[in-house]
């Protein structure tokens, strides 16, 4: 395998938060996607999120917190059964649900520490195999 091949870009890996209360965000994220950590220790807790990786970091004195211009967006199959699940948990829009064109719907919602969390419902998207 050529060194260009192993650099290629992959697709979505990992997204990675900062957040001041580990253990919040760990309890806030485990209602949301409705799993637990695969990961969890003091430094680093890690969610497999269909296949993906959502990580979260505890904020030290350098991080930047909150929405920085950066939205990861995580695919759900149907954005109204996942908005009226997420709303039994009080967890509100934080931008309004908006087509985007091709039956492709995304929505924001802003977890506890401000960082944007991304939802897309995207029915033309099939994850493939990725090169490593």
Known sequence: MSDAANVRPG????VIYEVPDLARA???YSALFQ???YFDEPFYVGFNVGGYELGLHPADEGSAIGAGGTTAYW???DLDATLAHLATLDIAP???PQDVGGGIRVVTLQDPFG???GLIENPHFTLT???E
């Open 115 to 117: 960082n944007l969390v």
């Open 129 to 131: 195999d990725a090169p």
């Open 35 to 37: 799993r637990t950590p």
């Open 11 to 14: 697709g979505l890996r990992t």
């Open 26 to 28: 760990k309890a806030w």
């Open 75 to 77: 695919g759900v199959t």
């Open 94 to 96: 934080h931008t309004a």
